[in-house]
Structure formats: structure tokens, C-alpha cells
């Protein structure tokens, strides 16, 4: 992707009248690498639901998420929904597999090993129709699509005969949230739909899948046995979720087989309850977003009391509880929650700031959690990859907007303008080298509530490859290098946020003098702040629903991350050794996200795509 190419030292920080904090990150870059850095982040990414993957607009931007963010999973909701077609009759059963086969073909072009969601449940299978529009579901502003009635049932006057049931669900495009009326329809539809896509595509193909059941246990939450997070995992899902193991693992008993897709990260009496059945578990799935504090203790404490480690602390906490299971993080982002679109923000209101999405703040927050998660999650999957997404409709607006108080998760918007967080992933996908080296992080920051506890605010992890220079051990690879640098701050809104102050930051890197060829050390710098915001040009322009086309060049244009340089030297400690400790400073405003390219100052060079 392009960049602004800024010329000179960089010079982040802003006027603010309050003394800057600091923060010291140090990189030993003689030691053995602390851990691998597998690109579990790459693996999946959400993707609204499944019809979605029909549309070409959403074929085009997955497959610029490929190029551009090493996408290889895609994970949806409703493959099951009555808007695929698949279920024709229960008995004797009768199956349409022309829009699976459509979407799965397109995954199989794009070489995606996608999560697929079992859900929701086919009308058929609730023995429920579909009416509408109804006020507060899915069916407000939609009137053919809803009138889904069951044969007989049809009152002649737009309504139901009594007796028949109305289909229970949620969303724009009625996912039914309903018990089968008997399982043995649901295993024979999980069963057929995963034997087809074995018998199109071949078994090696969907070895690399992963199949996960349901998703929050919408229209499966259960009291008993009562947990800690309700509602709780109980009998109704795992009936479901037994129903489809046994149905996967008969196609073939090396497919993968998973759940319970929770929010929350509320995974008790799961596994304990898929043994006692002998149900299969092949891997561990929940959400989690670092907002909406609740009363049973889940989620994050928000405004004054925010604090950055949180989501950290409750994903590890969840992946050491179910060890040695594998975990799948299904969902995870920025925000999920009240205050996505609401312009009565208050930072005393408990419910996190608005417009995260749209704001470099995600891109922080990605550059933070993903360094410290990658090690402890087999999968991660950013909800979601593109705003060509209706959960409460196709978005009426190219950025969140109060007006319309729609959800909008993408990563980049419905007419392809890159966000911050696409720019964050893209770095990501450019620049993470095989394995993490030795770096910590000082911070003298103090939380917002005025206790004297340390705020972290400033995260820094560093990548590399290794390589040998003419010598049996292994050494950095120092043209790989990477420092990533995170100043995180979600305490408030974005016009509250933007008055704290930038962090200094003091850069101390230990290496081998053999690294820099008797050059010093020279850097490029990478950065995505408040001012690559493509979201700010829009408001400029008038906050246009619809851009033009050369409104959209212009926002597209604006979304490029900027670029500069910083010097460093050596300490006065010299050479000592054989090894180097290289020195610099750079100031973070909040919501920033920073890559450093370390390289020898005679060889820096832009890396492929970048320029």
C-alpha cells in the first residue's frame, strides 16, 4: 500500500499542557529468541453472515484481504439460514447445495481454510414461518424476504393460521435462534452439507477446516448447570453440539469439530459435558471484546478505570482453563457494544467510546494483543474483515454515524476505504518476522482514576528471522528486524483521549556489531495515528453517506500510513564484545501504532508493496 512520506525526525507528540509520561523498551537482540511468532491472527477473519459471500463487492474485498492482509480463514454466521436455500423437505430429506457450493468454491479459488459456523436453524427443522416486518428483529425495514410460511399455515390476510408458529430469531437477515424439533434433522443437515463439500472437494480440503457449533448460544442459553458468566452452557447446546460432532466425525473422524462459540469467553461445564456424552471436542472456541463490563465480572472496566492488560489477562485465563484443548478466539476486535454509535458518549457512563472502529485506536490495539496472544491461541479472528455486513442491514453510512446507529465492524468500509486497523494488519502481514526476541517495557504512566498504579500504556514487542553469517550459531537477520510500538488508550472518546498527553519513548537495542557491517544503524519508521484517520477527511467533506467516486480516491488516499526515519547512535559504552547498544527516542501520541525497520543506514530500503 502507499504511503505519506514525511521527511525528517519524527515529531508525534502534541500540545498538551500536562507533562508527557515516558516509557523506556529495551531489545536484546544477541539472545536466543524468547518464543515463534506464528501469524494466528492470519487465520480467519469474521465476515457477517454467509450469503454475504455471494455478493462480488464482498469477493473482491476478501480477496484484496488476501493480498493485502494474508487473510486465510474466513469465519460467518448463517450457512444454515433459509436465505442459502438448502433444506427442501425433512422426510424424506432433500437438500439445494447451489449457494454452499457457490460460497465454498470461492473459498476453495481463494485457498481459505475457513471456521464454519453450524448455524442457524432452517424454519423447517423449528417447524416455525417467517413473517414481517416486525418491530425490534431483524425484520424492521424488510418486507418480501420475511414472508417465509410453512405450507398450510398461511391465513390469507398476511398472518398465520392459529396454531403455527413464528420463527424466533434476531438480525437483518433472520438467523432462526430455535430448537429442531428433532435432532436427528439436524444431524442429517450437518452431516449431508459437510459429506458434500468432501465429495466436491476432496477430504485433504476439509481436513484443513474447522466446523464450530452455533454461535453465543443464541436461543441455547441454559440456567443449569449455572455457571459463573450466564447464560450457560447446558443441556439445549450440547444436544445441539452432540448432534454435530457425531454428524462431522461420521463424514470422516479426522474433521475438526469445536465449540462452543460463547461470549464472554465463558466456556464452563463445556468440556466436562462432551465427555460425559462421549461427544468429540477437537478445539475450544470463544469471543471476547475489551469492553462491556458486566455485573458477573466478564468484559472490561471502562472510562477513567480502563486498563490495557485486560483483555489480555481474560484471553489467558480462558486458554489455561481448558488445557491442552486448542482455543480459537472467534471473535475478538476494538469494541463490540452500546456505545458503538452513541453521541451521548460520557466517560462516567461505564460503556465504552464510540466510533473505535473508525479511529487508529484499533490499530493499537491489534499492534498490542496480538504480540502477547499469538502463543497461547491457535486461531484469532478479527470480527470483522469488511463492512459488507448487515447485521442490522447493508451500513446506510461509509463510517458509523449516530444518525443511523448502525454497527459497522469492518476493517475496511462498504465501498473498500481502508481503515486504520486494514493498515494495522497490513504492517502485520508485511513486516512480522518467524520469531519474537527479548523486549521489555517501562512505563511511568498512571491510571486515569487518579491511583498511583502504573498504566501501561506504551506495549512493544519485537520480530525478526535468523540467519548465519558465516558461523554455526544462529544470529538476527537484522534487514528483518521489527520493533512494533503500541500507545493504546480507550479511557474515553476521541476528543477526550486526543488531550492526554503523547508518551516519550526511549529505544535501547542490543546487538552484534557483525549486524551493522561498520555502518551505524539507521531506521525506517511506519506510522498509523489520529491523522491517517480516513474517517477525519470524510467528516471534512461533509460526513457525505454515500461518497463519490472521487470521494472515495481521496478517503482511500488519506488512509496510507505515513513515513519517516529516526537516527540512532551508540551509547557511550561503545563497542564491547562484539556487541553494540544502539540508542533513540520517539514521542507516541495516543492511538498510535508504530513498526521501527531497523537496518544498516547504507541499506535501508522500502519493503515490497510498501511505497
Known amino acids: 500500500f502507499k504511503m505519506a512520506v514525511v521527511l525528517g525526525t519524527i515529531a508525534l507528540s502534541l500540545c498538551v499542557p500536562q507533562e508527557a509520561p515516558t516509557a523506556q523498551v529495551k531489545v536484546d537482540l544477541t539472545s536466543a529468541p524468547v518464543n515463534p511468532f506464528p501469524r494466528v491472527w492470519e487465520r480467519c477473519f469474521g465476515s457477517g453472515h454467509a450469503?454475504?459471500?455471494?455478493?462480488?463487492?464482498?469477493?473482491?474485498?476478501?480477496?484484496?484481504?488476501?493480498?493485502?492482509l494474508g487473510l486465510r480463514g474466513i469465519r460467518q454466521h448463517g450457512l444454515f439460514d433459509d436465505d442459502m436455500g438448502i433444506v427442501k423437505s425433512l422426510h424424506p430429506p432433500q437438500y439445494d447445495f447451489t449457494y454452499v457450493n457457490k460460497l465454498w468454491d470461492?473459498?476453495?479459488?481463494?485457498?481459505?481454510?475457513?471456521?464454519?459456523?453450524?448455524?442457524?436453524?432452517?424454519?423447517i427443522l423449528a417447524n416455525c414461518s417467517w413473517l414481517g416486518p416486525m418491530n425490534g428483529s431483524c425484520h424492521s425495514n424488510v418486507t418480501a424476504p420475511c414472508k417465509s410460511i410453512r405450507p398450510g399455515c398461511d391465513d390469507g390476510k398476511g398472518g398465520l393460521k392459529p396454531g403455527c408458529k413464528i420463527c424466533q430469531g434476531g438480525m437483518h437477515y433472520q438467523g432462526v435462534e430455535e430448537h429442531p424439533v428433532d435432532y436427528n434433522d439436524w444431524y442429517n443437515l450437518v452431516y449431508a452439507v459437510v459429506k458434500n463439500g468432501v465429495t466436491r472437494y476432496g477430504l485433504p480440503v476439509i481436513q484443513k477446516w474447522s466446523f464450530e457449533v452455533w454461535n453465543e448460544l443464541w436461543g441455547f442459553g441454559d440456567s443449569t448447570p449455572t455457571c459463573a458468566k450466564p447464560p450457560c452452557i447446558g443441556s439445549s447446546y450440547m444436544a445441539l453440539f452432540n448432534a454435530s460432532s457425531m454428524a462431522v466425525k461420521h463424514v470422516h473422524p479426522t474433521l475438526r469439530?469445536?465449540?462452543?462459540?460463547?461470549?464472554?469467553?465463558?466456556?464452563?461445564?463445556?468440556?466436562?459435558?462432551?465427555?460425559?456424552?462421549?461427544?468429540?471436542?477437537?478445539?475450544?472456541?470463544?469471543?471476547?471484546?475489551?469492553?462491556?463490563?458486566?455485573?458477573?465480572?466478564?468484559?472490561?472496566l471502562q472510562g477513567l478505570d480502563w486498563h490495557p492488560d485486560c483483555f489480555r489477562n481474560n484471553?489467558?485465563?480462558?486458554?489455561?482453563a481448558v488445557k491442552p484443548f486448542p482455543f480459537y478466539l472467534t471473535e475478538y476486535s476494538v469494541m463490540v457494544g452500546t456505545g458503538m454509535a452513541d453521541e451521548s458518549y460520557r466517560v462516567d457512563s461505564g460503556s465504552e467510546p464510540p466510533f473505535q472502529h473508525d479511529r487508529s485506536g484499533a490499530a493499537a490495539f491489534v499492534f498490542r494483543v496480538i504480540p502477547e496472544l499469538v502463543n497461547h491461541l491457535e486461531i484469532m479472528s478479527y470480527?470483522?474483515?469488511s463492512d459488507v455486513f448487515e447485521e442490522n442491514g447493508i451500513p446506510k453510512s461509509e463510517f458509523h454515524s449516530p444518525k443511523y446507529g448502525q454497527p459497522h465492524y469492518g476493517c475496511m468500509t462498504l465501498h473498500g476505504i481502508p481503515q486504520p486497523v486494514w493498515r494495522a494488519f497490513q504492517l502485520l502481514h508485511e513486516h512480522a518476522g518467524?520469531?519474537?526476541?527479548?523486549?521489555?517495557?517501562t512505563n511511568t504512566a498512571k491510571l486515569f482514576n487518579g491511583t498511583d498504579e502504573i498504566l501501561p500504556l506504551i506495549s512493544a514487542a519485537t520480530s525478526a528471522n535468523s540467519s548465519s553469517l558465516e558461523s554455526d550459531d544462529d544470529v538476527v537477520d537484522i534487514s528483518t528486524a521489527r520493533i512494533f510500538l503500541s500507545h493504546w488508550d480507550a479511557s474515553g472518546d476521541d476528543d477526550l483521549v486526543m488531550t492526554h498527553a503523547a508518551v516519550n519513548v526511549s529505544l535501547s537495542v542490543t546487538l552484534q556489531a557483525e549486524m551493522l557491517s561498520n555502518t551505524m544503524p539507521e531506521s525506517l519508521v511506519y506510522i498509523i495515528d489520529n491523522s491517517t484517520q480516513a474517517r477525519n477527511r470524510w467528516e471534512d467533506m461533509g460526513a457525505p453517506d454515500v461518497p463519490s467516486p472521487t470521494q472515495i480516491e481521496e478517503l482511500i488516499n488519506h488512509s496510507h500510513v505515513k513515513m519517516s526515519s529516526i537516527p540512532w547512535t551508540l551509547n557511550d559504552?561503545?563497542?564491547?564484545?562484539?556487541?553494540?547498544?544502539?540508542?533513540?527516542?520517539?514521542?507516541m501520541p495516543p492511538n498510535s501504532a508504530i513498526v521501527i525497520q531497523l537496518c544498516h543506514a547504507d541499506s535501508c530500503k522500502h519493503v515490497k508493496g510498501m511505497l
Open 315 to 320: 484471553v489467558i485465563a480462558a486458554t489455561e
Open 383 to 385: 470480527w470483522t474483515f
Open 51 to 68: 450469503a454475504l459471500g455471494l455478493r462480488d463487492d464482498w469477493m473482491q474485498q476478501a480477496k484484496q484481504a488476501k493480498q493485502d
Open 106 to 123: 470461492r473459498f476453495v479459488a481463494l485457498e481459505l481454510e475457513p471456521v464454519i459456523e453450524l448455524s442457524f436453524m432452517p424454519a
Open 573 to 587: 559504552k561503545g563497542t564491547q564484545d562484539g556487541v553494540v547498544e544502539a540508542v533513540a527516542s520517539i514521542s
Open 257 to 300: 469439530i469445536g465449540g462452543p462459540a460463547t461470549e464472554h469467553l465463558n466456556v464452563e461445564n463445556f468440556l466436562s459435558q462432551a465427555k460425559a456424552m462421549g461427544a468429540a471436542v477437537d478445539f475450544v472456541s470463544s469471543h471476547n471484546y475489551p469492553t462491556g463490563h458486566r455485573s458477573d465480572g466478564s468484559g472490561c
Open 434 to 441: 518467524d520469531y519474537l526476541y527479548p523486549t521489555t517495557t
